[in-house]
Each structure stands twice: as structure tokens, then as C-alpha cells.
């Protein structure tokens, strides 16, 4: 008896140690291609921060850390700072920023508008880690306030026309606004949205990569809006021009960054050629 039951132990242990995985659990992300990614980009020399986060739709700064915790993905974490938003003075800016100081996240100011400018002090704006901008937000040549996502606020009576002056307003802001990175880039409406290879021209992309680099901007390649095209990041690292990666969460999903990492495969971005926080 002592022996058939010592039989039946040793068969079971033997059949349980050749399954497949019992003896080597699977890896931690096996199954997840996305994080998968973040993995092999990381061991290859890159720090993958996602420097455009907003605590938006409910999103909290511990289910940010969870997240981040999850993919392997480090965080930046921005107000909106300007006329109409959330942020609108220093008093705003300094509640803002010692509500979340102590947390583990680089410390970002979205500035909005071309007006934020003149509502904040320099010292409160140093505070923050980074401060960026885009060029969504501006006054077209007949003076009126233009927000690009907003369909009622954009008038587009010639698309060239619109671009030449669009363009000239991105140089604009990246000459004489103190910001390190600039987000969303070469955004389109959506009434010209499907034009924009057609619309981004040599000229118009030289103009405003010359202005990134000669002010010393970064510029941030955008998995929400997938822009900028491949062919802009290839013309912006030709001129030694520095990348970020930015989310732009309209809501609690901060997702894992899939457009700004295949650009980085595509457009064959080395670890040098990104720009962070010197927090």
C-alpha cells in the first residue's frame, strides 16, 4: 500500500513539474504587447515619460501612479493655466501646485491662450518642473479668438491662407514665449484635417522647425492626435531638434503611448534625442 501510494505521489509531482510554466512563471507583462513595447524600448536605453498628463475625467494622481506603476511609463502632470480654464492666476497656480508638490510626477504648467503670459509671475511659474504651450488658441487676422478643436470658432475661407498665417503665429509663440516643449503640433481643424500632408509643406514645416531650434523647444510627439507626421519628426531631428512624448488625456484613459513609440521605431529616434525635466 506504502508503495503504490508513493507511486502515485512521485507520477503526480513529475506531471505537475513538466507543465509548461509551473516551474518558470510567465513573465509579469507576457500577453500585453503595449507594455511589452515599453519594456524592449527601455532596456534599449530610453525613458519613456509621458510629459502630457492631466488629472481629467474623474483620473486621480494615485490611479496615475497605479498606471504607471502597471506600464513602466513615468509621469508628468500639468494644469491648464489660462483665461477661461481651471488656472487662472497665481493664487490659482499656487494652490495647484501645493496640492500636488509631494507627489512622485514631474510638475508641468500647460499655458493656454496667448494671454497667460501676463497672468503669472515668473516665480510662480518656477515653481514647475516645465512649462509648455501649443498654438491651438489664437486671434486670426480679423481679431477673433480661434480655439482649433472648437468647429464654431474656426474660419477657414482658403486653406493656404489659413496655413500661412497659422504658421506664422506657431513662430510666433515659439520666439517669444519662455515654454520647453511645444504640444500638439502642426494640429489641424477638422474642416482641413485630411489635407494635412497635403497642407504641411517643405516651407511651412522648415519655418517652424527652425524656430524649435533656434529657441531651444522641444517638440512633443502627440499619441492622441498622432501628429507630428513621421516625415516632420524625421526634418526635426535632422536639425538636432529634441523630442517628448505627451498623452493629452481628454479623460481618465491614459493609455500606453502607441503612436509616440511606433514614431520612435520609425523615425529611428536614439535615446539622445529626447529632452526631460532637469527635476
Known amino acids: 500500500m506504502t508503495h503504490y501510494i508513493f507511486n502515485k505521489l512521485f507520477s503526480l509531482l513529475f506531471f505537475v513539474f513538466l507543465l509548461p510554466g509551473c516551474n518558470n512563471p510567465a513573465p509579469k507583462n507576457q500577453g ?13 536605453g530610453f525613458e519613456i515619460i509621458d510629459l502630457h498628463a492631466h488629472l481629467k475625467g474623474g483620473l486621480t494622481m494615485e490611479q496615475l501612479l497605479e498606471h504607471s506603476q502597471k506600464t513602466g511609463i513615468k509621469y508628468g502632470v500639468a494644469a491648464n493655466c489660462g483665461v477661461g480654464f481651471p488656472v487662472q492666476n497665481d493664487s490659482d497656480l ?6 500636488v508638490k509631494d507627489y512622485p510626477v514631474y510638475h508641468g504648467m500647460q499655458a493656454e491662450g496667448r494671454e497667460w503670459v501676463n497672468a503669472f509671475s515668473p516665480d510662480t511659474i518656477a515653481l514647475f518642473d516645465y512649462v509648455f504651450t501649443d498654438a491651438l488658441t489664437y486671434f486670426d487676422n480679423k481679431g477673433r479668438r480661434t480655439r482649433l ?12 491662407s489659413f496655413m500661412n498665417y497659422y504658421v506664422n503665429q506657431i513662430v510666433e509663440i515659439l520666439n517669444n514665449e519662455p515654454v520647453n516643449i ?8 477638422e474642416i482641413i484635417r485630411e489635407k494635412y500632408d497635403e497642407l504641411w509643406t517643405e516651407e511651412r514645416m522648415r519655418k517652424v522647425i527652425d524656430a524649435l531650434k533656434e529657441n531651444n523647444i522641444a517638440l512633443e510627439i502627440n499619441a492622441r492626435y498622432k501628429i507630428p507626421s513621421a516625415e516632420f519628426i524625421k526634418k526635426a531631428k535632422e536639425f538636432d531638434v529634441k523630442f517628448t512624448l505627451g498623452t493629452n488625456n481628454g479623460a481618465n484613459d491614459l493609455g500606453y503611448l502607441e503612436y509616440s513609440l511606433q514614431m520612435i521605431e520609425e523615425c529611428r529616434l536614439e535615446p539622445g534625442d529626447f529632452w526631460k525635466p532637469k527635476k
Do not use: C, G
Open 182 to 189: 511645444y504640444v500638439n503640433p502642426t494640429f489641424l481643424p
Open 149 to 160: 478643436w472648437m468647429k464654431d470658432e474656426v474660419f477657414v475661407e482658403d486653406a493656404d
Open 32 to 44: 500585453d504587447t503595449r507594455i511589452s513595447k515599453i519594456d524592449s524600448l527601455k532596456q534599449a
Open 94 to 99: 499656487n494652490k495647484y501646485y501645493n496640492s
